[in-house]
């Protein structure tokens, strides 16, 4: 029984005593900065991997619109071309596929936005463009009609499907 006294007075006089406070305050100082050090280079990486996935996604997006822009240039020359085309541009590649048909539609003869879509009629086309960049992919699709001149100009372009 004296000896657990004298434990426990031994115990109480180590938090009373001044000697070695200041190593306790630094080291737990130390820890609340590397803690707050850790979350910074968390942040900072994850900032910089948003930013590399924006970039390629934009990337991406201009690879697609610069397929379809070849697919219009294709059809001015000859409205009823059939076979696809395949392109590099930017860093990545193309697909270009030529159709009567839209590719995105509904049962109900609506597409994916609830807009009648321009299937079977001569004078309209629709040409859609696979993009590829790395691991990731695109597509984009247009409606494109031909008028009495022989001008062909868009008439609806399609939101963007991503492909993966």
């Not at 005593?17 to 280079?41: H, K």
Request: aromatic share 12%.
């Amino acid at each position: 029984m004296i000896k657990i006294r004298l434990e426990a007075k031994k115990a109480a006089t180590l938090f009373t005593r001044q000697e070695g406070m200041a190593l306790v305050l630094v080291i737990i100082f130390s820890g609340a900065l590397m803690a707050l050090g850790a979350s910074v280079i968390t942040y900072a990486v994850l900032e910089r991997k948003i930013a590399v996935y924006n970039n390629s996604d934009i990337r991406l997006y201009y690879i697609v619109e610069g397929g379809l822009e070849t697919g219009i240039a294709v059809l001015r020359e000859d409205f009823y071309f059939e076979s696809e085309l395949n392109g590099t541009i930017g860093g990545g590649a193309y697909t270009i596929y030529f159709s009567d048909q839209y590719q995105h539609y509904s049962p109900n003869r609506v597409d994916e936005e609830g807009e009648e879509y321009y299937e079977n009629q001569d004078q309209v086309r629709f040409v859609r463009c696979l993009g590829l960049l790395g691991n990731h992919s695109k597509t984009m699709s247009i409606a494109v009609s031909i008028n009495e001149q022989g001008q062909v100009r868009v008439i609806r372009w399609y939101r963007l499907f991503p492909s993966n």
